[in-house]
Nanobody, 125 residues
C-alpha cells in the first residue's frame, strides 16, 4: 500500500489542525494505521494508531485528550485531529501502516513497513 500524508501547515498555539493519510494500492481495512512525528533533533515518536478490523484506537500519553485518530475505510483514509496545539508539537508528521499488526506492537516503529512522505506542522507561539 502507498500512503500520502497531507494537511500540514502553520497554526498558532492553541489552534487545531487535521491531517489526512490516504492509502492506495491495497485493501485498507487490513492495516493498522498509525501516526508518528519527528521534531528537529529528536527521535521519531509514536502518537496514535487505528487498529485494523475494529474501532480500537491507541494513543501515547503525550497526546491523549488532545489528538483524535479516526478512519474511513470506504475512503481509504485515516485522520489525525489535533487540538490545542503547542509549539512543542512542531514536527514532521508521518502516517504508517502494517497489515494484521499484533496489538502488542502498535507503538513500535519498526513493525510498520509502509510509510507516507511526512507533512510538516509548525505551531507558532
Amino acid at each position: 500500500v502507498q500512503l500520502q500524508a497531507s494537511g500540514g501547515g502553520t497554526v498558532q498555539a492553541g489552534g487545531s489542525r487535521k491531517l489526512s493519510c490516504l492509502g492506495s494500492g491495497g485493501a485498507f481495512n487490513i492495516y493498522t494505521v498509525a501516526w508518528f512525528r519527528q521534531a528537529p533533533g529528536k527521535d521519531r515518536e509514536f502518537l496514535a494508531a487505528s487498529r485494523y478490523g475494529t474501532s480500537a484506537t491507541y494513543y501515547s500519553d503525550s497526546v491523549k485528550g488532545r489528538f483524535t485518530i479516526s478512519r474511513d475505510n470506504a475512503k481509504n483514509t485515516v485522520y489525525l485531529q489535533m487540538d490545542n496545539l503547542q509549539p512543542e508539537d512542531t514536527a514532521v508528521y508521518y502516517c504508517a501502516a502494517a497489515s494484521f499488526l499484533n496489538d502488542n506492537y502498535y507503538y513500535v516503529e519498526r513493525y510498520y513497513n509502509f510509510w507516507g512522505q511526512g507533512t510538516l506542522v509548525t505551531v507558532s507561539s
